[in-house]
């Protein structure tokens, strides 16, 4: 349950005070990384963010939720074509032809890091096509806002032209983990895969390890060295963690958890339908979207409120009349701007 705390239109502004910053970050081994808050997406820490490197079987994260996006029945079985098995690097073994679940290749790919069940997934996700899928994988890298990324395979095996940055990641990790059957797969520190006869168990020690450790992938070649992209969730507050050519991954990011579990928390500044003043005339104004911001205890006296209320006009899609905007503020800082509607 979030931390909540009210704000009011009637309030011109909340006293404001030097906006303190929290206690200085642990330092990290990584060559890049960057801690965002899962909600909002605000960035409390990086290094070398936007530096694109090579990312190994992170890319894995993008191949599943594509994958669960757009391979309709999950059940059902289809057959491993002959050119994804024998695929070096770690894999299910999976032999030419076997009929497995496209479940079962989903923890497969995200548990064990299968190079052989990604590209099934790919394949069968890009309607037999693999360089269809990429393109794919390309297409929703772009929507998400993860410009700086160029997938050239679903694995994650090392080519020159395959790439990403931490923030890119950290923004394809947000994405995946608001779909509820990829968190699953992600926290899982186990699954039996009926079709496999096998029990997997998750490479990411963050499940096992971390108390509060929720997902979601590891990565690693010779020349990516060791990436970790993990979550992390207490009482309401997630983060993600993404690390990238870091010798000591999993100690940075727990020790990274710690940090921001102990200086920052997730905040409910405004909840969708609550009152936010009134117009010229008289008529009201309510939130149209819950918005939460990820604050410290010093930060979260320095949030203030600016509504511009207008004459109520019916828009396509709303459901409710618009009458004007709300912007919400830290110190001098706008980090969020929502809609107003009459009921």
Known sequence: MKYRFKIFVLIAALSLI??????????????????????????????NADEKLPIASTTKIMTTILSIENAGNLERKIEVPAACTGIEGSSLYLRPRQMVSIIDLLYGTMLRSGNDAAETLAAFSGRNSTEGFVTMMNDKAAEIGAYNTNFVNPSGLHDDNHYSTAYDLAMISRYAMKNNLFKQIASSVKYNAKSLNTTLYNKNKVVQQYQYGNGIKIGYTKAAGRCLVASAEKEGTEIIVVVL???????????????????????????KGQYAGSSEKGEPAFIADTFS???????????????????PVILNGMDSPSCGTYTIYLCDEAIHTGSLVSN
């Open 18 to 47: 030097a906006c303190k910053t929290a206690q200085a970050i642990p330092s990290v081994a990584a060559r890049s990384y960057i801690v965002i808050d899962a909600d909002s997406g605000r960035i409390i820490g990086s290094r």
């Open 245 to 271: 050519n870091d010798p000591n991954w999993f100690n940075d990011s727990y020790d990274i958890f710690d940090w921001a579990f102990e200086n920052y928390k997730s905040y409910q500044i405004v909840e």
């Open 293 to 311: 911001y990820l604050l410290t205890e010093e930060e979260k006296n320095n949030i203030r409120f600016e509504a511009d209320i207008t004459v």
